[in-house]
């Protein structure tokens, strides 16, 4: 019959080695998750250290893993794609959306990830309902979230200017949530700055905003129109 002492020993070095084992995982990965770091911090690859991620075979072993680690290694294709971007191969590009696809296996609510899904079919040429998809479903996963919905509206606007068809109607979504959740500055600054169109379209989502809201952001807009009108 097992004692205490012993089952305490046990456990103790089942525990050690669940530890080693997880610490000798963190080192095998420590240059991907640095370079993931690096890439969401601001730093963009080099073409020649871009091109060296495209043969390391550890990052597509992170990939399968669901966790930290896939994130990380989905960071560094997804920079990889935008170094390379005027390569003439369009390996980076496809290896981009299979390893965004694969974080969504992992993550099927990630936001971000479809985002970047949208945005990489939309430069693979892929046909426009494929792209809207996957914006919709970021606006369902990520509805109103500031940390990814300038990013998606900065993706929208020239879909909309170019006149893609469909892309009014996710913008528009995007900016009722602007419209009842950000700093009248920021609005301002946004209005200004963008074309006639896309105007218009922030008049039709302050049509949307409940009563008291709307009434506000109309009188913000009417004053900046006047302003632009002089």
């Not at 890439?39 to 893993?65: C, F, M, V, Y």
């Not at 669901?66 to 003439?88: K, M």
């Not at 509206?153 to 109607?169: C, L, N, W």
């Not at 379209?201 to 302050?206: D, G, K, M």
Request: proline content about 5%.
């Amino acid at each position: 019959m097992w004692t205490i002492r012993p089952l305490v020993a046990v456990i103790a070095l089942a525990t050690c080695a669940a530890g080693l084992s997880g610490l000798a995982e963190v080192n095998r990965f420590a240059e991907i998750t640095a370079t993931a770091a690096a890439i969401e911090a601001g730093d963009r690859l080099s073409p020649a250290i871009a091109q060296g991620w495209t043969k390391r075979p550890l990052l597509d072993e992170a990939l399968e893993r669901c966790g930290p680690v896939a994130r990380s290694a989905i960071t560094i294709r997804l920079g990889v794609a935008d170094a390379l971007a005027g390569a003439p191969s369009s390996a980076p590009l496809s290896s981009g959306l299979q390893a965004v696809e694969t974080g969504l296996r992992c993550s099927p609510l990630d936001g971000n990830l479809w985002l970047r899904r949208s945005m990489l079919l939309a430069r693979q040429g892929a046909a426009s309902r494929d792209v809207l998809a996957s914006l919709r479903l970021s606006q369902k996963s990520a509805p109103a979230d500031g940390w990814i919905i300038y990013p998606r509206i900065r993706f929208e606007k020239p879909m909309v200017d170019a006149g893609s068809a469909g892309f009014g109607a996710v913008l528009q979504h995007d900016l009722k949530a602007v419209l009842e959740n950000e700093a009248d500055s920021d609005i301002m600054t946004f209005y200004v700055t963008s074309s006639p169109r896309v105007r218009r379209l922030v008049r039709a989502a302050s049509l949307e905003l409940r009563p008291k809201r709307q009434g506000s952001v109309s009188g913000l807009l009417d004053s900046v129109d006047f302003v632009i009108a002089k």
